[in-house]
């Protein structure tokens, strides 16, 4: 059973430049959430993408987009990028018939650390 | 003022001991729990979700739920070295799918020999 990945597992971008990250969920999963985690940090909730929709977003600027594809694998799109924007990015599948797991469990991939220089 | 409250620690436990982890939380309308444990460098890994006032055990792990004094709380009984860890307490407002999970700081754990 494939668990969540993610690509790349590194990356480092200068300022003003953007980046793509990619997710794809958990075997069954059809909803992908993305978090930002800075160091020392809990999670910070990004957005939620169900159905190829946002579905929910948390307090993160138009900078931060995303795109979920129809095999629910998801993109986080980053524009514009700042010193700030450096920290380890998380995506976290859920959702579908999984047996009786409840819904809203989120398993976490390994993570993309972005670097800003 | 956070949604969901960790002590940052360090919170130092001897091999073998019982450790317990706290955490509070602002946002009553918060339905489902969650502990992750997270290693350095690593990404968070669930460990128990509680939905139900009291207890919920899983091996080593003792989740425990209150929610009139809005207290989520994690024991780990025979610590163990590899139990060094972050924790971290999560919380949503839906059953569903359709829950964005708030995250508390997390609370680092050091098992001594």
């Known amino acids: 059973d494939a668990g969540v990945t993610q690509s790349p597992t590194h990356l480092i971008k200068t300022r003003g430049q953007q980046v793509t990250l990619r997710c794809s969920p958990k075997?069954?999963?059809?909803?992908v959430s993305w978090y930002q985690q800075a160091l020392g940090q809990g999670p910070q909730f990004i957005f939620q993408?169900?159905?190829?929709?946002?579905?929910q977003r948390g307090n993160f600027p138009d900078r931060f987009s995303g795109h979920q594809f129809p095999n629910y694998s998801s993109e986080l799109n980053v524009n514009a990028l700042l010193l700030g924007d450096s920290a380890l990015y998380l995506c976290?599948?859920?959702?579908?018939?999984?047996?009786?797991?409840?819904?809203?469990?989120?398993?976490f991939g390994p993570g993309t650390r972005l670097t800003v220089l | 003022q956070k949604e969901v409250e960790q002590n940052s620690g360090p919170l130092s436990v001897p091999e073998g001991a019982i450790a317990s982890l706290n955490c509070t939380y602002s946002?009553?309308?918060?339905?489902?729990f969650f502990w992750y444990r997270q290693y350095s460098g690593k990404s968070p890994e669930l460990i128990m979700s509680?939905?139900?006032?009291g207890d919920k055990e899983d091996g080593r792990f003792t989740a425990q739920l209150n929610k009139a004094s809005q207290y989520v709380s994690l024991l780990i009984r025979d610590s163990q070295p590899s139990d060094s860890a972050t924790y971290l307490c999560?919380?949503?407002?839906?059953?569903?799918?359709?829950?964005?999970?708030?995250f508390g700081s997390g609370t680092r754990l050091s098992i001594r020999p």
């Open positions: 976290a599948s859920s959702g579908g018939a999984s047996g009786g797991i409840p819904y809203n469990e989120q398993f």
């Open positions: 075997s069954g999963h059809d909803t």
């Open positions: 993408y169900y159905e190829e929709e946002e579905r």
């Open positions: 946002d009553r309308g918060s339905q489902s």
């Open positions: 509680i939905y139900s006032n």
């Open positions: 999560a919380a949503t407002a839906l059953y569903s799918s359709a829950s964005k999970i708030i």
